[in-house]
């Protein structure tokens, strides 16, 4: 049986994207010990790989397809196809951006002070571009990992870091200059598997199920019974994708409606629903919006 090679990243984003796939429909079970998690799914072959570095497995079709962010697509200069973007963070929903960091009392004030200067990231080959394509000379070297505090300690002049909403940098006496780079989580293909009629398939259902399944976030849905001449009332109380479902119960004046709503905005509008005459309203979460 043929089989797709999917790479899940590992790490940060490794529960938040074995969650997006539970609510999508395949159900992935990982262990600290393999890197090869199972799945319930005979045509998926799946692979641990650090986000870091999928983008080259699957350039070089180690990987047919696989999950990480713009960010390191554009560090390692991989050519891949991108098959959709798929915006989730466990943290936030603000998109994750690389931004140029200085101490809060540097007299730095744009990319252009930093000539001569030295700036630690680990997004070294993309910064090294960012500054060379404007003409600014800067010494860059690879960071491993607590990069704010080389710049605190006066180990470098700036740092490139990746920050949602910047309250860690603040917090390290730290300031933002500008930023480089907006990131998200993109859906990545081999080429010659995009190419391949089967694989190609299996790719487009991931994708399509699990945009369906990050659209579903922070929705429920909503089901109740209405006396037909409250109906019109009743509706104009709902926010939905679409006009709402709605169907004659048997033998009876009373309808039945079906819709989808903002979980943020049921608390408001339930004790409405009831004042219009709705009853028996059910409320039910999503997995998936399509």
């Known amino acids: 049986m043929s089989a797709l090679k999917l790479g899940i990243p590992k790490g940060s984003l490794e529960e938040a994207t074995v969650e997006l796939f539970r609510r999508a429909g395949w159900k992935i079970r990982t262990s600290s010990r393999n890197y090869f998690p199972s799945v319930d799914d005979p045509e998926l072959r799946l692979s641990l790989a650090r986000a870091q570095e999928m983008s080259r497995y699957v350039e070089d079709g180690v990987l047919d397809v696989g999950l990480t962010g713009k960010d390191w697509i554009l560090e390692n ?33 744009s990319a252009s002070d930093l000539a001569g200067k030295k700036i630690a990231t680990e997004l070294v080959s993309f910064t090294e571009r960012y500054f060379r394509e404007r003409g600014i000379e800067v010494e860059v070297e690879f960071s491993w990992g607590a990069t704010e505090a080389k710049v605190v300690e006066g180990l470098c002049d700036a740092i490139v870091e990746v920050t949602e909403t910047g309250s860690t940098i603040k917090a390290h006496g730290l300031r933002i200059v500008e930023t480089l780079l907006v990131t998200n989580t993109k859906l990545i293909a081999n080429r010659s598997a995009w190419q391949d009629p089967w694989k190609r398939q299996k790719i487009e259902q991931i994708a399509l199920l699990l945009q369906g399944a990050l659209k579903a976030e922070g929705m429920v849905g909503l089901k109740m019974n209405v006396p037909a001449a409250r109906i019109k009332e009743v509706i104009d109380l709902l926010p939905s994708l679409q006009a709402p479902t709605v169907a004659h119960l048997y ?27 709705a009853t028996g309203i059910l409320e039910y979460p999503l997995n998936k919006v399509l």
């Open 251 to 277: 033998d009876s004046d009373w309808l039945s409606l079906e819709t989808c709503v903002m979980e943020s905005v049921v608390r408001e509008i339930i004790p409405q629903l009831l004042r219009a005459g």
């Open 77 to 109: 200069g991989s050519d891949v196809a991108e098959v959709c973007d798929l915006v989730y963070s466990k943290a936030s929903a603000t998109p994750a951006r690389w931004v140029l960091v200085v101490p809060a009392d540097s007299p730095v004030r």
